[in-house]
């Protein structure tokens, strides 16, 4: 089983309001990723988990709060967003991060975000 | 400076046929992955094939094969008879070290393929 799911599959927020999206992979997968992504680009990694620690936060602003639960399960926490924070944001993991080995990534289906 | 270049911002290609996506890499380090992934328009980006630095030999997984160049650093990816669900963006990626000791991908700007009946 290769699933890496997310909820939920849409989000309309307003910019006071504060809201929470999910990931959840049952691969046993150490490596956690959140990435957001803007119609038309690339996905922008903002943060990495290694064995449910925070690792890697590409200057992402506090407004986005990110959390590990346990091995399993990613949370992205959101508060005050703007509306240039619309966007696909997309949960992945791997086997690990830290390993000179190289491993695939698996992606969930997205949140698509809008805020208004 | 851009790691991962993929210079055909959209390709066409009647159905049936082969059609090769062009990717450049720049790295120092020795032992590397590449990626390829596919992300239609529903948004998933789905896992297509993956080549480490010191395989001897190109990768393949059903209809997609990866001509590996490692001198040149090219990693292009092949899709031989192609279908319409082969409609999407693809993205080549690559794993790469940071000073963190974490490792992350980084994706280039994709290509993106209309596959005509």
């Known amino acids: 089983d290769t699933e890496v799911t997310q909820t939920p599959k849409h989000l309309v927020m307003g910019m006071t309001n504060k809201k929470s999206l999910k990931c959840e992979q049952h691969m046993g997968h150490r490596a956690m990723y959140w990435y957001k992504q803007k119609a038309k680009k690339p996905p922008e990694l903002m943060f990495v988990y290694s064995y449910e620690k925070l690792s890697i936060n590409e200057s992402v602003p506090s407004r986005f709060s990110p959390e590990c639960p346990n091995s399993s399960l990613l949370n992205l926490h959101l508060h005050a967003l703007q509306p240039e924070d619309s966007a696909l944001y997309l949960c992945?993991?791997?086997?690990?991060?830290?390993?000179?080995?190289?491993?695939?990534?698996?992606f969930g289906p997205g949140t698509r975000l809008t805020v208004t | 400076a851009q790691k991962i270049t993929q210079t055909q911002p959209g390709m066409f290609v009647q159905e049936k046929e082969a059609v090769t996506l062009d990717c450049t890499y720049d790295t120092s380090d020795q032992s590397y992955g590449l990626f390829w992934y596919k992300q239609p328009s529903s948004g998933e980006m789905i896992f297509l094939i993956y080549q480490g630095s010191y395989d001897e030999q190109n990768a393949t997984e059903g209809r997609y094969s990866l001509n590996f160049q490692k001198a040149r650093k090219s990693a292009n990816l092949v899709i031989s008879a192609s279908q319409l669900g082969d409609s999407a963006m693809y993205f080549c990626a690559m794993r790469e070290g940071t000073t963190s000791g974490t490792y992350k991908y980084i994706f280039g700007t994709g290509t993106r393929l209309k596959v005509l009946a």
């Open positions: 992945a993991s791997s086997q690990d991060s830290l390993s000179v080995a190289t491993y695939e990534q698996y």
